[in-house]
């Protein structure tokens, strides 16, 4: 291609690297791009938390008068939704996009336009998820009358309110007449539509964009979890696309799937959405478990325990993830035959599991352990999941699993698991990488107050659900009586609910302070083992200033230290001035660099995608189709535009 | 649609062109999505107790074969627009993807006319008749929406080529990845021929 100096863009002139606030509009850098599905996924993860709030102030007593029976629907629902689909998920985006790259020794993701195009696509389904807020109307069922016996339902009910599940015909066109279930099925559809983008993106980074010699046994252990959580979306994501269209069809164009008075089939939706929402369990928690499976090494100061039994194992959790999904239907009046199958299958995938947390314990077994918070989260994590993965154990068993379907003590299962695993392994990585991020460490004595808040505020919270869910306390009921003396505990586990709101306004605080004048952190402050800390801290642009090669297993820690003939680590004579060699040609690469120039397509594409959804749901009014029609044309031309696009423009050195 | 962060020294560690190897992660779950799709079909078909017709009841199969073949043979014309590329064949690459996109389109018409008598029969067969109706009509709809896709993909590529004067791999399009998901509708279509269509 001629190189005539103007940019050979297409509509648009080629946006240029600035520091501007469009550059956070164009960029295709992988770390810009994990910062912002960081900081939009924390947000979520705010709101989500102030519905959390809002139910427990519901039933923090007996009959509560907080919410109506419309209101608690829909904020449960919004719960749920916000934070499987808004927060944990994006998250672990963030940590994909940030640390991926890094950990693998690859300057960027395979495709960095279409990571751009992820997040966009993210942001736009999060802001029109929400919009139902405004806009949306729920409707009583044909003839009948809200939940609660109301007529009309406020704004903080007239939002998505079928359970995240949106079990059918409850959300179909039937029983939920208003159009925020079409905001939840499209919604969640545009959402779905941004991870397997990223997944297709993530896996081809891990195939080919890996450094000179590393191997796959070589990868950091949260590199393979990245994949195999890639691979779970890859397969579970089209299964609820078409779950999610069948729902939009019936609600919009008069298909009969799950109608059940003209031959649809209940059952069908909730095989199709457990097909694709265990698998999305794994999801959420695999991301959590690499990151603790590189955490617990550093701050145990020894080799991860067994790496290549915690990579398989993380790898047949995934496969046996698409083998249990029936073990959400025990009481949905499937065969005999398949709840022994189902059951059986659950038990297997503790098997797993139990392999990775013996290895954890193997890790810090003998370790020089330091008590740091990253570290203090991660004990957290391997405390807390194993009593969630206990409890999952006994879902298993059929017959226990009929009497707790529905209760509390499913509730305080999948909170353990999520919150007290996914949400602690989260936390230990963003405690972990902040250096990376900032250059500046953050504080200790409040990250330490942080984590002894959050884990005390989680167990009130959700310890009790399970005694109260075995003495029978209902999920998704907005009130119960006084005389069943639930309460006592009810109260104690809203305390807890708003201890835990104390400790993320600690995190908060934290995290604010440490980004302004937080201790510089210079390079490789915890003494790391893996291969992102041999860069400068904050990242430099160019990620790599030298494309590394790697030579082993924990590379960077194998250039520090050798082992004596004990086994124990030595640090080298050379180690401080191999630190500083790094330092410095991360600092001032020695070969001038081409990074991909920044684009505005992926965010057109992305809006357009706001314009598609309204368009769907108001079709038959008289601007809906026009806006349908202009966001297909706009999804278009700008996918078109882009493939005219050349990747780089000529000689836009970011270093030279 | 696609580009790859590449500097001097990156390389791929499969030795598979990163794009095409993404078109291939992306069809492994498009496997999944029509192999839902199919399943919903299965479970409706033979349903006893809807109201007239079923969707075996109304197919035209000889028309459907023709269409089926017409896009079996746009596979040819796809393979060797491929070939004159891999030879540096410029005209003749632009005229076998023309060829290609054209046989797609007459496909993407048949569909549309057995649709349009499907609907139009003296007991109709609608998207509402009944679920068995609804599954086929999702099921095919979304084969066909795909080969629309792929027609855009193509007329894209030669829209690429006159602008440009030939077609570069620089762009994020390439036709080998545009080649593969092309190959994959059609396997897909032979399935689905083949299990609504022509098995009772």
Redesign the interface.
């Known amino acids: 291609m001629a190189n005539t100096g103007a940019p050979t863009s297409t509509i648009f002139r080629r946006p240029k690297q600035s520091s501007s606030w469009t550059d956070w509009l164009t960029t295709v850098d992988h770390k810009k791009i994990g910062i912002m599905y960081g900081y939009s996924a924390f947000f979520f993860f705010v709101l989500g938390g102030i519905e959390a709030l809002i139910l427990r102030l519901q039933l923090a007593g007996p009959d509560g008068s907080v919410l109506e029976a419309a209101e608690y629907n829909a904020m449960f629902t919004m719960h749920g939704t916000t934070m499987v689909f808004l927060f944990v998920m994006p998250i672990g985006a963030a940590f994909f996009n940030y640390m991926l790259p890094l950990l693998i020794g690859a300057r960027d993701v395979a495709f960095p336009r279409m990571n751009a195009l992820s997040f966009w696509i993210f942001i736009f389904g999060g802001i029109f998820l929400y919009s139902s807020f405004l806009f949306g109307t729920t409707g009583p069922p044909a003839g009948g009358n809200l939940p609660g016996g109301a007529t009309d339902a406020s704004w903080l009910g007239s939002t998505i309110n079928g359970g995240w599940f949106m079990y059918q015909p409850n959300a179909g066109p039937r029983f939920s007449t208003g159009t925020v279930l079409d905001y939840g099925s499209i919604g969640l559809q545009i959402l779905g539509l941004s991870s397997l983008i990223a997944s297709v993106n993530f896996i081809a980074t891990v195939f080919n964009m890996r450094a000179k010699g590393m191997k796959l046994l070589r990868m950091p252990v949260f590199a393979w979890m990245t994949t195999v959580v890639a691979f779970l979306l890859l397969f579970s994501l089209p299964i609820i696309a078409v779950a999610l269209f069948m729902v939009t069809f019936d609600r919009q164009l008069g298909t009969l799937f799950f109608d059940t008075f003209q031959g649809g089939d209940a059952i069908l939706w909730q095989h199709l959405f457990w097909l694709f929402g265990h698998p999305e369990v794994y999801i959420l928690i695999l991301p959590a478990m690499g990151i603790v499976s590189e955490v617990l090494p550093v701050f145990s100061r020894k080799p991860l325990f067994g790496y290549p039994a915690v990579v398989f194992a993380g790898a047949a959790i995934g496969f046996l993830g698409f083998g249990v999904w029936a073990h959400h239907m025990f009481s949905s009046g499937i065969t005999p035959v398949a709840q022994a199958a189902f059951g059986l299958a659950t038990m297997t995938i503790a098997v797993p599991t139990g392999i990775k947390i013996f290895n954890w314990l193997g890790t810090m077994w003998m370790g020089k352990i330091k008590f740091t918070t990253p570290m203090l989260f991660s004990l957290g994590f391997v405390a807390l999941f194993v009593v969630g993965g206990l409890s999952g154990v006994t879902h298993s068993i059929v017959p226990a699993d009929w009497q707790q379907t529905d209760t509390y003590y499913i509730v305080a299962h999948f909170h353990y698991v999520l919150f007290g695993g996914a949400i602690f392994g989260i936390f230990a990585g963003l405690y972990y990488w902040f250096p990376k991020l900032t250059g500046r460490m953050m504080s200790e004595k409040l990250g330490k107050v942080h984590f002894w808040l959050m884990f005390i505020g989680m167990n009130l919270t959700f310890g009790p659900m399970h005694w109260l869910g075995l003495q029978g306390m209902v999920r998704r009921t907005w009130k119960y009586p006084e005389e069943y003396n639930f309460g006592t505990w009810n109260m104690v586990v809203t305390v807890g609910a708003y201890i835990i709101a104390l400790s993320i306004a600690v995190f908060m605080v934290n995290w604010i302070k440490s980004k302004r004048k937080g201790v510089p952190s210079g390079m490789d402050p915890w003494d790391a083992r893996t291969i992102e800390w041999s860069i400068p801290n904050p990242t430099p642009e160019w990620n790599f200033g030298v494309n590394p090669e790697v030579q082993g297993l924990d590379d960077w820690w194998h250039r520090k230290y050798d082992d004596d003939e004990e086994g124990r680590p030595v640090r080298k004579a050379d180690a401080d001035a191999v630190i500083a060699q790094f330092h410095e040609q991360g600092v001032n690469p020695p070969a001038p660099i081409h990074l991909p120039s920044p684009s505005y397509f992926p965010f057109i594409a992305g809006l357009s995608f706001l314009a598609i959804g309204y368009g769907v749901i108001y079709h038959t009014r008289g601007w809906g189709l026009p806006l349908l029609i202009f966001g297909v044309v706009l999804l278009l031309s700008s996918l078109i535009g882009w493939s005219l696009e050349p990747i780089e423009e000529e000689h836009e050195e970011v270093h030279a | ?14 030795g ?1 062109e ?1 794009r095409k ?2 078109m291939w ?2 069809l ?3 496997f ?2 029509f192999g ?2 199919i399943s ?1 079909y299965l ?2 078909k033979g ?1 006893p ?2 109201p007239e017709p079923y969707p075996s009841e109304v197919f035209d199969i000889p028309f459907t074969s023709v269409s089926s073949f017409v896009l079996l043979m746009s596979s040819l014309t796809m393979v060797l627009a491929d070939h004159a590329l891999h030879k540096d064949d410029q005209r003749s690459t632009r005229t076998w993807l023309v060829a290609t996109a054209l046989l797609g389109m007459v496909f993407l018409a048949g569909q549309v006319f057995e649709f349009a008598g499907f609907v139009t029969e003296e007991v109709p067969m609608k ?2 008749t ?2 068995a109706a ?2 086929f ?2 099921l095919t709809g ?1 084969h066909g929406m795909h080969v629309l896709v792929g027609v ?1 993909m193509l007329l ?1 590529l030669v ?2 080529s006159f ?2 004067g030939k077609l ?1 791999t ?4 390439n036709l080998e990845s545009v080649a593969l998901y092309w190959h994959f509708v059609d396997i897909i279509w032979i399935v689905i021929f083949t299990i609504v269509y022509l098995i009772k």
């Open positions: 649609m696609s580009d790859i962060a590449h500097d001097e020294q990156v390389h791929e560690t499969t598979i990163t190897l993404a992660i992306f492994s779950s498009e999944m999505f839902a799709l919903n479970l409706f349903r107790g809807f998207l509402s009944n679920p609804s599954a009509f999702t979304f855009i894209t829209g690429v602008r440009k570069s620089a762009t994020g399009l």
